[in-house]
């Protein structure tokens, strides 16, 4: 799993444009370190809890953030979110293959790079800020599950 580790921390972490809206990162931070935290032996649910609390709060946003975010989609560099779209997509299908080994873990690190996914695709336009909320919300809710099983 150190790895998969290594892999997010080479392709996603603190590597989506954050010019000239901080929002969208501080969303994908937390997705990321609910993914990192799950590579580890033993994860802390403490921490990955207090993420999907963050993660929660997705979607409430005042008018300011609106026209930040508004700022953002125009000004964005499309060439670094493409990139980081990719990157995404290469930390996906290294999971995939490790999907046996990961056991229970597979599933809510999985679902915290969907979450990663989506908010890409709200930040640059391509779905509203409400189906990424009830997508979000969804998958928060599965991570939850699998997670307190444990």
Known sequence: MSELLKLEEELIEHKFP????L???????AAGDIFRELCKKYPDIGYIMQKLDRLKRFGDFSLGDFCELEEFRMNCDLNAVGEF???LEKLKEELRKRADELGWKYE???EAL???EVIVSWAIGEITTCEARFKILGLIKEIEREVLMK
Do not use: H, Q
């Not at 954050?18 to 809206?21: A, L, M, Q, R, W």
């Not at 929002?23 to 931070?29: D, H, T």
């Open 18 to 21: 954050t010019e000239p809206n």
């Open 23 to 29: 929002l969208p990162a501080w969303f994908i931070e």
């Open 85 to 87: 779209k990719s990157n």
């Open 108 to 110: 809510p690190m999985k």
């Open 114 to 116: 969907e979450i990663i």
